[in-house]
C-alpha cells in the first residue's frame, strides 16, 4: 500500500483511522435515514436567520415529519463523539505521514473537540425549542445559528486540511 498514505508509522494508526471513519460514515448514513425527506428542514433550522424563519420551518411539518425530526436527536447524540474521534485519528495520522507545525496540530486536535461541543449545544437547543416554541426568540435562534455555522465550519475546515494534506502525501509531495 506504499504510496496511499499507509507507508510509516503505525498500523495501528491506520487502524484506528479507518475503524473511526467507518463509524463516522455508518452514523451519518443511520442519521440521514431517519431524516429521510426532513434533512432538508434540519438544515433550514441550523441556518435560520430569525425566530420566524425557525419557526415556519417547525411549523411546515406535519406529525410524520416531525417525528422523524425528533428521531435524528437521540443518535446525534453520539454522532459527534464519533465525527470528532475521527478527525483527530485523521490528524495524528497525517502528522505520522507529514510532520504538522506544532501549532496546526493543536488547532486541528482542537477543532472537532469544539464542533462536537457546538454539536451538542444544537441538538439540545433543537430538541428543547421543538417541545418549547414559546421561548423561540430573534437571539436565540440567531445564537444556535452561529454555533451551527462555527460547528460546520470547525468540522469541515478539518477535514478539508484533512483531505488535502493526505493527498500531499499520496502524491509523494
Request: hydrophobic share 45%.
Amino acid at each position: 500500500m506504499r504510496g496511499m498514505g499507509f507507508r510509516g508509522g503505525s498500523l495501528r494508526a491506520n487502524g484506528r483511522l479507518i475503524a473511526w471513519s467507518a463509524a463516522f460514515v455508518v452514523s451519518q448514513a443511520n442519521i440521514l435515514r431517519l431524516l429521510g425527506p426532513v434533512g432538508s428542514k434540519l438544515l433550514k433550522t441550523q441556518t435560520a436567520p430569525s425566530a420566524r424563519a425557525y419557526t415556519a420551518v417547525l411549523d411546515g411539518m406535519d406529525a410524520a415529519e416531525t417525528e422523524r425530526y425528533r428521531s435524528h436527536f437521540y443518535p446525534d447524540f453520539v454522532h459527534p463523539i464519533v465525527y470528532a474521534a475521527a478527525l483527530r485519528a485523521g490528524v495524528r495520522r497525517l502528522d505520522e505521514l507529514a510532520t504538522l507545525p506544532p501549532t496546526t496540530k493543536r488547532v486541528l486536535l482542537t477543532a472537532p473537540v469544539v464542533a462536537a461541543a457546538g454539536d451538542y449545544i444544537e441538538n439540545v437547543a433543537g430538541l428543547y425549542l421543538l417541545d418549547h416554541r414559546d421561548r423561540i426568540t430573534d437571539a436565540t435562534i440567531r445564537t444556535t445559528t452561529a454555533v451551527s455555522t462555527t460547528k460546520w465550519v470547525l468540522g469541515l475546515g478539518t477535514f478539508a486540511y484533512l483531505a488535502r494534506g493526505f493527498v500531499r502525501v499520496w502524491r509523494g509531495r
